[in-house]
């Protein structure tokens, strides 16, 4: 049966509007706006209206109205503002934020932000799990959604509707960082450019990111340690990160004589964290082992110091990472084999290894 109502809502700018709704059918039927007004005195003009129109069996059509409310903006036009808003967010998380948002934007973009409810948001979210979409990825794309509707004013959030929108269960993935032999067979199948970057995700544990923002001014020579500065790391702190001597030799043969270095250059030169990524893939595939990241050779750093009897303290503190409860339940027991690599062998062989002047010993 049509039924017309209004619903009294709190906003920031006007402190409340009246939101006048109707449906054509019972209770399944989905709610259809019908204006939104400063007083309730409007509304219930608006609401006398609809009532009118549902009587003389008729479906309210507001484009016959002589006066309309403003138009709201449409979900895509919100969601451009509330990105152009995000100053205060590194360029990954904007990345990442414009890959979730544009999903969204896919499903209901057209849509305006008042004519959007709970149910649109949970048919939003059941319709890109029919795609095959990770849980993970959906969760991003849920909390992008409500970010959009709150930086609009949007009150209450459709997208916060917890007793309606419901996100796909997402089974926690158990780690398996690979082994030495691993990494070793990947490290010989990769192009030159990208070996020495390898070495360095493995030995220090740090997040692929540093290979996109050491530079050449972040080297220590003296003391034989990489700076990754507070701007570049997940936990804006300042990190340093001792180098084993084989890769700081590699290093320092890669960037050349001192009074020829450029500061402001790539430590890692031509290499790339999309680029490395993409590489290790193909070079997994190539050999037949299992598939791995560059994030997985933080997983396996940590793990070895873990296995090492390393407290917990410390390995936070090499790794850069502040949850120490987080980073003891997810390493204990990840990996068994304890092997290092051998990259005294590995830069050798690679041609890494910096040139010898002088008579052989």
Known sequence: ???????????????????VEFALGGRGSRGRYAGSFKTKAEALARKNWVTGELAALRVPDLTLLAVESPKAPTFAEAAERWRASRVDVSEGTKIQQRTSINRAVGVIGERRLDDLTSQDVADMIAELHGQGLK????????QATAMVFDHASVTPNPARDKTIVKLPRDEPEELNPPTADHVETVFCLLPRKHRLALLWLDWSGARVS???????????EPRRRIRLRAATTKTRRALWIELHPVIADAIEASIGPREDRDPEARLFGDSGADALRTSIAKACKASGIPVFSPHDLRHRRISLLHLRGVPWARIGEFVGQRNLAVTANTYTHVLVDE??????????????EPPRFGPPS
């Open 210 to 220: 540093s290979i996109d923002h050491a530079m050449v001014k972040d080297y220590d």
């Open 339 to 352: 092997t290092e690599l051998d990259y005294a062998e590995l830069v050798r062989a690679s041609g890494l």
């Open 1 to 19: 049966m049509p039924s017309v109502w209004i619903e009294r809502r709190p906003t920031k700018a006007s402190g409340v509007r009246y939101r």
């Open 135 to 142: 849980p993970s990825f959906i969760r991003k794309i849920a």
